[in-house]
């Protein structure tokens, strides 16, 4: 894993871990969160790793 992925790592467990008020802003941000999982997944698959945290 790679900076950048590490980085994106902790911001998807970060956000994870926020508390988001409004429904829209929920939906909003669990669509970008679960992109970033899964590109993660792909990512750790790809390197033959399985750093991934299942939320």
Known sequence: MNESERLLRALVD???AA???TWQ????WQGELDEAREYLERRA????GS???QA
């Open 14 to 16: 970060a956000l994870d």
């Open 19 to 21: 508390f988001i008020s």
């Open 25 to 28: 802003s929920t939906a909003y």
């Open 45 to 48: 698959q790809e390197q033959g």
């Open 51 to 53: 750093d991934v945290k």
